[in-house]
């Protein structure tokens, strides 16, 4: 799984949170590869002129992931984003344990289903909630 999203969104705490390890602060300068996931720097979805990486490093995966962190306003997927990958593409809604406020995630959910995405998963890397279901994905 490939997951494109903002900086600061939260790919590469889920990347830590799926694959057990410690939740750590670290910033994503390149593409990296971990067993099952494929994390991408903020900056490729960020910056148009970077969407040939997204494109290219997508088939390495079986599923694209397109992560939007519900306690941000900013949305940096065009409509029918997904479009551009020829895999199937989901979505993730992070931080909902920093969302008091239904709307924020109602939100959020909009932003993915404009780009496209076939189904929306709801999670928090720090308590667990919605992680399991996206590990059944991985499996």
């Given at each position: 799984?490939m997951?494109?999203g903002k900086t600061?969104?939260?790919?590469?705490?889920?990347s830590?949170a799926l694959q057990?390890?410690?939740?750590?602060?670290k910033?994503t300068?390149?593409v990296e590869y971990?067993r099952?996931?494929i994390?991408?720097?903020?900056?490729y979805?960020?910056?148009r002129?970077?969407y040939n990486?997204l494109?290219?490093?997508?088939?390495?995966c079986?599923?694209i992931?397109?992560?939007?962190d519900?306690t941000?306003d900013e949305n940096?997927?065009p409509?029918?984003?997904s479009?551009?990958?020829c895999k199937?593409?989901?979505?993730?809604?992070t931080?909902?344990?920093?969302?008091?406020?239904?709307?924020k995630i109602n939100?959020?959910?909009?932003?993915?289903?404009?780009?496209?995405?076939?189904?929306i998963?709801?999670?928090?890397?720090?308590?667990?909630?919605?992680?399991?279901?996206?590990?059944?994905?991985l499996?």
């Amino acid at each position: 799984m490939m997951l494109i999203g903002k900086t600061g969104c939260g790919k590469t705490t889920l990347s830590q949170a799926l694959q057990k390890e410690l939740i750590t602060y670290k910033k994503t300068q390149a593409v990296e590869y971990y067993r099952d996931i494929i994390d991408t720097p903020g900056e490729y979805i960020e910056n148009r002129v970077y969407y040939n990486a997204l494109i290219v490093s997508s088939y390495d995966c079986d599923i694209i992931a397109l992560v939007q962190d519900c306690t941000s306003d900013e949305n940096f997927f065009p409509p029918n984003f997904s479009s551009i990958f020829c895999k199937p593409v989901i979505g993730i809604i992070t931080k909902i344990d920093l969302c008091t406020c239904n709307r924020k995630i109602n939100i959020a959910t909009n932003y993915l289903i404009n780009s496209g995405v076939s189904e929306i998963f709801k999670v928090s890397s720090i308590n667990n909630e919605g992680i399991d279901k996206i590990r059944e994905i991985l499996q």
